[in-house]
């Protein structure tokens, strides 16, 4: 069974400081991984994915997340933190064993503080 | 690209009663998920269709809720005698699935049952 866990149910950092956003997996087959964010009264939008290839892919807005598939991670990072990155981010995945949904985790609510 | 549109924005009904909403997915998108997220969780697969076939359901799902996309353009998703349990935020997203996987949401329909 596809499964995503988001350990953190919320990530402060200051401004200007890097931030990660934490992401583990299971799935059948190989993993296609995603990043969505959700910003207030607005709908998902998707930040960044892996698929194959490089281990290290960059998205949107400056982020970017590194797939390391023995520790079944894809961890969200991005290098300085502004206050308006502060929103709820979800960390998704699809395998390629079968099935056709994209499994989305509880989310991580992304908090910078000034 | 006019983005996936999804109406109502919110549904207020009494328990018992049945409601229908509809997803109007991105015109070149042949796949179309359904998702539910309730308040502090990630969204929930529901179903997924892949043109108009109905190919994933999820075993979670009531019998009360069943969805349809006639021609392979809009969907509705129905939920028949609606309880207390079913209020959550109904999330569509579509895709046009490899090699992009892309899911792209609309901004969902609250429904509220009383």
């Known amino acids: 069974a596809q499964s995503v866990a988001q350990p953190e149910d919320q990530v402060n950092v200051a401004e200007g400081n890097p931030l990660t956003v934490k992401c583990t997996y299971s799935?059948?087959?190989?993993?296609?991984l995603f990043w969505y964010v959700q910003y207030p009264n607005r709908g998902l939008q998707f930040l960044l994915k892996y698929i194959t290839g490089d281990n290290l892919v960059k998205g949107s807005y400056g982020f970017e997340a590194e797939f390391n598939k023995s520790q079944t991670s894809f961890h969200l990072k991005k290098p300085s933190a502004l206050v308006s990155d502060s929103a709820l981010y979800f960390c998704?995945?699809?395998?390629?064993?079968?099935?056709?949904?994209?499994?989305f985790g509880a989310g991580t609510r992304l908090f910078v503080k000034a | 690209d006019t983005g996936v549109s999804q109406n109502p924005r919110h549904k207020i009904t009494k328990r018992g009663q049945n409601v229908t909403f509809r997803c109007d997915p991105i015109?070149?998108?042949?796949?179309l998920y359904w998702y539910r997220q309730t308040l502090g969780q990630g969204p929930e697969f529901l179903t997924y269709?892949?043109?108009?076939?109905?190919?994933?359901k999820s075993r979670l799902l009531s019998d009360r809720f069943s969805a349809e996309r006639p021609k392979g353009s809009f969907s509705t998703l129905e939920i028949q005698r609606t309880e207390q349990g079913d209020s959550a935020m109904y999330l569509c997203?579509?895709?046009?699935?490899?090699?992009?996987?892309?899911?792209?949401f609309g901004s969902g329909t609250q429904l509220s049952v009383l």
């Open positions: 997203a579509s895709s046009t699935g490899p090699p992009n996987e892309k899911l792209f």
């Open positions: 799935v059948s087959g190989n993993p296609y």
């Open positions: 015109s070149e998108h042949n796949r």
């Open positions: 998704a995945v699809r395998g390629t064993g079968g099935g056709f949904k994209t499994i």
């Open positions: 269709f892949q043109n108009e076939a109905q190919l994933e």
